[in-house]
């Protein structure tokens, strides 16, 4: 089996502030699990260069785990899972 990735659809709870900034608080997977983003350690416009896609990268720590979180202009959030198979 081999390691790969995918761009993943997830929804996402965000906090809107008057300022205009877009904060996600929780993540929910596609079977219901809720994980809370503990910290935002970057935001920028960037690249999903394993998943494919671009938007606002948010850069998270999430059960003690960094991962990018990315806000297309879709209005669409997306995680790189990542996926094993076969051959």
């Known amino acids: 089996m081999r390691e790969t990735v995918r761009k993943t659809y997830v929804k996402v709870t965000a906090d809107f502030y008057p300022d ?3 904060r996600p608080v929780v993540v929910t997977w596609e079977d219901g699990r809720k994980f809370v983003v503990d ?5 920028r416009r960037a690249a999903s260069l394993k998943a494919g896609g671009t938007g ?9 785990k960094m991962c990018y979180l990315f806000y297309e202009e879709n209005y669409k ?9 076969e051959g």
């Open 20 to 22: 205009g900034r877009l």
């Open 39 to 43: 910290k935002i350690k970057d935001i």
């Open 56 to 64: 606002i990268r948010y850069t998270c720590i999430i059960c003690g």
């Open 77 to 85: 959030w997306f995680v790189e899972e990542k996926v094993y198979v």
